[in-house]
């Protein structure tokens, strides 16, 4: 595993706070912080979705970690909402 410098943390998360914010503009709701934790956590559930399913986004990389976020964030507010009630 590569460390993770602090240029490479910054664009993680702001790709993050993107994926959240996008994920809440179709599921609605959030706020600063759930747009950051929704879409970190969708970088992972995404990415490990897209993984399983094997698609790859051939396009621009970051476009891609985005789009991926995207729909890991999405499934992540859909199952938090189901879990609250």
């Known amino acids: 595993m590569g460390r993770m410098d602090t240029r490479s943390l910054v664009i993680f ?8 914010w996008l994920a809440s503009l179709i599921v609605g709701g959030g706020g600063l ?3 950051l934790i929704s879409g970190v956590i969708g970088a992972f559930v ?3 979705l ?8 051939n396009l621009n990389p970051i476009v ?6 995207t ?8 199952i938090a909402r189901l879990i609250a009630g």
């Open 33 to 35: 912080i759930t747009y």
């Open 46 to 48: 995404g990415g490990w």
């Open 64 to 69: 891609a970690q985005i789009i991926t976020s």
């Open 71 to 78: 729909v890991g964030a999405i499934i992540v507010l859909i």
């Open 13 to 20: 998360l702001v790709i993050g706070l993107v994926a959240g």
């Open 50 to 57: 897209f993984s399983v399913l094997k698609i790859n986004l």
